[in-house]
């Protein structure tokens, strides 16, 4: 859960969302669905290094191990 500001700063990630989603349809008839996607490991410690390790809370955790963890766990994805 993210506490948001105003109307408009809550309805940001889902305009993002909704510009891929249109580029998608767009290029569906490019898209070759047959080929699987390599999934890639992502450890715990790769997802922590890129963060700044201030632990502010404002992804919604109490740390920014706790983040990788569950974001390199696939316990939500972006």
């Known amino acids: 859960m993210t506490i ?28 070759d669905i047959s080929k699987t996607l390599q999934k890639r490991f992502v450890s715990v410690m790769d997802v922590y290094n890129y963060l700044p390790k201030t632990n502010e809370k404002v992804c919604g955790e109490q740390t920014c191990m706790v983040f990788a963890l569950k974001l390199s766990a696939s316990y939500f994805s972006f």
Request: proline share 4%; aromatic share 4%.
């Open 4 to 31: 948001v500001n105003n109307k408009e700063e809550a309805l940001e990630p889902l305009k993002e969302i909704e510009n891929k989603a249109k580029i998608v349809w767009e290029k569906k008839k490019e898209i």
